[in-house]
């Protein structure tokens, strides 16, 4: 089996797949520093509790914009699994060709999106990602990776509202029923979530008619990204399980290439 590891600003998201089933996934906090033996043992523990024995796993694979934790998330996996991972760095077959400029500041949770989103529906495709930030990446049939835009996460913007403005709660982030809301918390998710969205339509829109790609499929993943393909028909797809099987397709090219 193979285990997937996405280390993202805010969690550790960890898939494990038999083949192309996700047999398992679970999340740790990025943000608390731990020691090898405690990602080993969390992860350990959290396999077993999915019903797979952590002896099954004999491959592994681990994106990460966040360097701070990777000695000890690599240790973790070498001790307690026996397992050296594939890292999604440079140099390592993706099928993605970057052709903007300044290749090397595309993160790896970017091009493990778009492979997830090439991959399991085809270009022209917008891999859309409700992170920490929100992301629109546009990627070409050929699998060349044209542009990409970033925005405040809905997080952080409803972080900004009630920290820096002294009399504004902290809030539930949701959809109002309607946006002729009543008060002032309703307020709130009004902006947070029809702004979201009111940005998302226009920047596909935009990334459609300007790129000349009319049928690129819009594909969004990450934490809050269902409450904004709920609310929208210019979403096509919401995939909340997009970077893990976009890591899963990266180590099945990369195994192919080394038979």
Known sequence: MLMTIDVGNTNITVGVFE????????????????????????????????????????????????PAVMHSLNSALIKYFGITPLLVEPGVKTGIKIVT?????????????????????GGPVIAIDFGTATTYDLIGEDGAFLTGITSPGIRISAKALWEDAAKLPEIEIRTPESIMVKNTIESMQAGLMY?????????????????GLTNAKAIATGGLGRLVAEETDMIDVYEPDLTLHGMRLIYEKNKAAQV
């Open 101 to 121: 400029g300044n290749p090397e500041q595309i993160g790896a949770d970017r091009i493990v999106d778009a492979v997830g989103a090439l991959g399991m529906y």
């Open 19 to 66: 083949g192309e089933n996700l047999r398992a996934n679970f999340r740790l906090i990025t943000k608390q520093a731990r020691t090898s033996d405690e990602y080993g043992i969390l992860m350990m523990d959290l396999t077993e509790h999915n019903g797979i024995h952590t002896g099954e796993i004999n491959a592994a694979i681990i994106s990460s914009v966040v």
């Open 195 to 211: 702004g979201q969205i009111g940005q998302t339509e226009y920047i596909i829109r935009c990334l459609r008619e300007e790129s």
